[in-house]
Each structure stands twice: as C-alpha cells, then as structure tokens.
C-alpha cells in the first residue's frame, strides 16, 4: 500500500509541475505564439550563414574551366561543320569530326585522344551521351575508331566505345555498345540494351535486353519515323543555336567585352586584368552617377 501511495503522490508532483511550467511559458498568450522564436533564422538566412546561399553578382565566365573543343596537338582538334549543332556544355576532346546537319546535344562527352570518332550527316547524339575510341587496333580492319552513319539517332545517356553505327539507326537511350560492336543499316537497339563486345545487328532488324537479342524485323514506319526523327533533331538544333548565341555576329559577345566581362574561357592574365579593371571603371562611373541624381533629388 505505501508502495501505490508513493508512486501516486510522485505523478501527482510532476503534473504540478508540467502546469507551473506551461503558464511560465504561456502566461497571458496563445500556446502558438512565435515571440519566443524572435531570434531564430529563417531558411535562407540559415543558408546565406553557412554560405550556401551566396549570390555571386560579379561572375564573369573568367573562372570558367570548361571548353567545348579540347585540342590534344597539330591536326588533333576536333572538326565541327558550320551548320552542325555543338551544345556549349558538351565536350570534344582530340579528333571528333561532326557532319553537316549533326547535333551535339548538352552534356555528351566525345573522346577521341588518339583515334577518330565520326558523327555523321543530319545524326543526333542526344544528352549525356558518352562516346569514346580506344588506342590498340582491334583487328586487320578496325584500328579503335567509333564510326557513327548518316541519319542514326543516338538516345539519351547512352554509351558507346569503339563501335560501328551504319546509316538510319536508333539507339534507344541508355544503351551500351561495347569495344567492336556493329549496327547495319536500318537497325534498331532497344532501350537500356547491351551490345556485347563485337556483337552485330543485321540490317533491318530490332535487339533488345542484356546481353542484346533478336526480336524482330524493321518495319516501314520505324524507318520513315528514324528518317523524320533526324530531321526533327536538326530543325530543333536551329532553334538552340539561335537560342544561346552560337551563330554569328555574337553582338552579345561583344557586349560583354565592352562592359569588362569575358564569353568563354580566359587563359591570358593580362587579359583578365584587364576586363577587371574595365569593370571598375563601370561601377565607379554608375555609382558617381547614382550619387549626383541622389543629390539632386
């Protein structure tokens, strides 16, 4: 009895104390008050705190390491034609030759340090593409070069290295060609499909799983929409390309230049000097003309 008689009692007191604690807390005002958070941090001035908020207004492309077209020596740079669409985050390392009509899209990364990678007439090699050659020869007839067609339409992420693409193919997207892989003409690589090493798809037929297998034939309407499908990626590369700026006269560019900012990468030092120095003359003649229409005011 003493035992239940002191377990009570020791629940009773710390009901009276949760009580004297709550009207401390909420004497005379709602429990949802936020007065007692008055010097709590929002979320972006928790994050302007720690720096991950931070807006840089004085950005210039000067620190900007990215470069589209990377040349390895003499005659080792890549060759893009003048209607060809290249996006400027994509990269061309060493010898990628790009055909009339071809599109590049943002992210695809071509690799080409010692042999060739060619991108064919009106061919698409969609986002975040990965294509790449390999320096030993892999027979009599095949020196590690990736040799992609007229037409082929390339899908996203997709991974090709050391391969063959004829004429009016579809790679679905997120495929893997292997080392030595083929596609003849008019064929078709299901999505998220695997080419094994030196595997090869007859023409006019359809693949697909991993390892890749025969599902069926081609049929007309997959060829004519391969067809319209390349020329849709070329008539919506135009439409980019007069989007960011790529055709010429870059008026924009220059625009830049006379206001002390830098399009593209900066190696020279000097150069970079001056464009800071261009920019203090700016601000210093903005803010004078600031100050003198504040006082005349």
């Known amino acids: 009895f003493l035992f239940v008689f002191f377990i009570m009692l020791r629940r009773l007191g710390l009901a009276v104390r949760r009580v004297r604690i709550a009207?401390?807390?909420?004497?005379?005002?709602?429990?949802?008050?936020?007065?007692?958070?008055?010097?709590?941090?929002?979320q972006e001035e928790l994050e302007e705190e720690l720096g991950y908020n931070k807006k840089y207004l004085d950005y210039t492309d000067e620190y900007n390491k990215h470069r589209r077209d990377i040349i390895f020596g003499e005659n080792m740079g890549p060759l893009v034609a003048q209607d060809a669409f290249v996006a400027p985050c994509a990269t061309l390392a060493g010898m990628v030759e790009v055909w009339h009509h071809a599109s590049i899209w943002y992210r695809v990364t071509i690799k080409a340090e010692t042999k060739l990678v060619r991108i064919g007439y009106s061919t698409n090699i969609q986002d975040g593409t990965v294509i790449e050659e390999v320096p030993e020869e892999l027979g009599p007839d095949h020196d590690g070069s990736v040799i992609i067609g007229n037409w082929v339409t390339v899908g996203h992420n997709c991974y090709l290295r050391a391969c063959t693409i004829e004429d009016k193919c579809l790679v679905g997207m997120g495929s893997v060609l292997n080392t030595g892989s083929y596609m003849e003409t008019g064929s078709i690589l299901g999505a998220h499909s695997v080419l094994r090493p030196f595997q090869r798809i007859p023409h006019g037929q359809v693949w697909a799983g991993n390892p890749a297998k025969y599902i069926r034939d081609v049929n007309e309407d997959e060829l004519l929409r391969m067809e319209k499908g390349a020329e849709y990626y070329y008539e919506g590369s135009k439409d980019h390309s007069d989007a960011i700026y790529l055709d010429p006269p870059m008026e924009l560019y220059r625009e830049a230049e006379e206001k002390g900012y830098s399009v593209g990468y900066v190696g020279d030092e000097g150069t970079v000097t001056e464009l800071k120095e261009t920019r203090e003359k700016m601000r210093n003649s903005l803010s004078s003309k600031n100050s003198s229409n504040n006082n005349e005011n």
Do not use: H, K, W
């Open 23 to 42: 009207r401390a807390t909420f004497e005379d005002e709602s429990p949802y008050r936020t007065t007692n958070v008055r010097n709590a941090l929002t």
